[in-house]
Nanobody, 117 residues
């Protein structure tokens, strides 16, 4: 069982930056693939970025070149650095951890990101 707690969301102007954190507890962190997803009002939850236990990354086309996923296994924490934010990035951002590909894994409670002037 893994517990995930996201933090770092907030209100930011277009073009600004935020760094989200996802603190994990309850299990050894390093074997888990980590992912960031987001859900905007009235839309389905979508993948933003993932990182395997080996460090391979994958990004949604809409965030490539602007967002960076990373992890610090010593701190049991995953991060999402978000730069050049746009209003379309407004959503609740969720952290996910899974040990077996294709499974649901574990979810955090989400953190709100609002991009607005």
């Amino acid at each position: 069982q893994v517990q995930l707690v996201e933090s770092g969301g907030g209100l930011v102007q277009p073009g600004g930056s935020l760094r989200l954190s996802c603190a994990a507890s309850g299990s050894i962190f390093s074997p888990y693939a980590m992912g960031w997803y987001r859900q905007a009002p009235g839309k389905q939850r979508e993948l933003v970025a993932t990182m395997t236990s080996g460090g391979s990354t994958n990004y949604a086309d809409s965030v490539k070149g602007r967002f960076t996923i990373s992890r610090d296994n010593a701190k049991n924490t995953a991060y999402l650095q978000m730069n050049s934010l746009k209003p379309d990035d407004t959503a609740v951002y969720y952290c996910n951890a899974k040990r077996v590909p294709g499974t649901i894994g574990f979810w955090g409670q989400g953190t709100q990101v609002t991009v607005s002037s």
